[in-house]
């Protein structure tokens, strides 16, 4: 069984496109996070919910929306997508915020043309 | 901006030998770290952590130390093999915060 799981693996799209990542765990953790990964394999975290509630917000353009509409799901939504939003996107969950074991989705490739 | 780095972004590692990847953090208020490991196409995986009470911590062949003095963070890999190739990164939590912030990474190459 799939701990994290994210959908899709790749998404190929145009500039100016609205488009959604889904993820899902399925290990009963309280807390979700979004990571986006550059080309330089820098890892940085964008958004955490805890328990639906969103607890972390890092900067990230509004056009990003995270949406977790229960505990096991946390959605990414990215509206008018630009070439810089290329990258892969990682999602991930733990049972405690910032602490303990964090538990990562396989990614998901954002090429934007 | 961030506040864990690493001194080498490649390191490359006779089969059998033991690996040493360092890391540098500069928030004196973090008190837990973490090592993650990512092969190639997947997601980050956890190796070891430790909190700050603590100088070292040991798991199956991994030994982190953590030095608070000068804010240094090291991986000991023993008997690298080649399924330790992959792009190390060490994190930290800064202390009453919820997030972990990443290190640039480390990549580990493994000589035959």
């Known amino acids: 069984d799939t701990a994290v799981s994210q959908t899709p693996k790749y998404l190929v799209t145009q500039m100016g496109n609205d488009k959604s990542i889904k993820c899902e765990q399925n290990l009963g953790h309280d807390t979700m996070y979004w990571y986006k990964q550059d080309s330089k394999k820098f890892l940085k975290i964008m958004f955490s919910?805890?328990?639906?509630?969103?607890?972390i917000n890092e900067t990230v353009p509004n056009r990003f929306s995270p949406k977790s509409p229960d505990k096991a799901h946390l959605n990414l939504h990215i509206n008018s997508l630009e070439l810089g939003d290329s990258a892969v996107y990682f999602c991930?969950?733990?049972?405690?915020?910032?602490?303990?074991?964090?538990?990562f989705g396989p990614g998901t490739r954002l090429t934007v043309l | 901006g961030e506040s864990v780095g690493l001194h080498l972004p490649t390191l490359s590692v006779q089969e059998g030998d033991n690996s040493i990847i360092n890391c540098a953090y500069s928030?004196?208020?973090?008190?837990?770290f973490i090592w993650y490991k990512q092969e190639s196409g997947k997601g980050p995986q956890f190796i070891i952590d430790?909190?700050?009470?603590?100088d070292k911590r040991q798991g199956q062949r991994v030994t982190v130390l953590l030095n608070k003095t000068v804010k240094h963070l090291s991986l000991q890999i023993a008997a690298t093999q080649p399924g330790d190739s992959a792009v190390y990164f060490c994190?930290?939590?800064?202390?009453?915060?919820?997030?972990?912030?990443f290190g640039k990474g480390t990549r580990l190459h493994i000589l035959p």
């Open positions: 928030n004196s208020a973090s008190d837990y």
């Open positions: 430790i909190r700050s009470n603590m």
């Open positions: 994190a930290e939590t800064p202390g009453g915060d919820d997030k972990i912030i």
């Open positions: 991930a969950s733990s049972q405690l915020a910032g602490y303990g074991e964090q538990f």
């Open positions: 919910y805890n328990n639906k509630e969103l607890i």
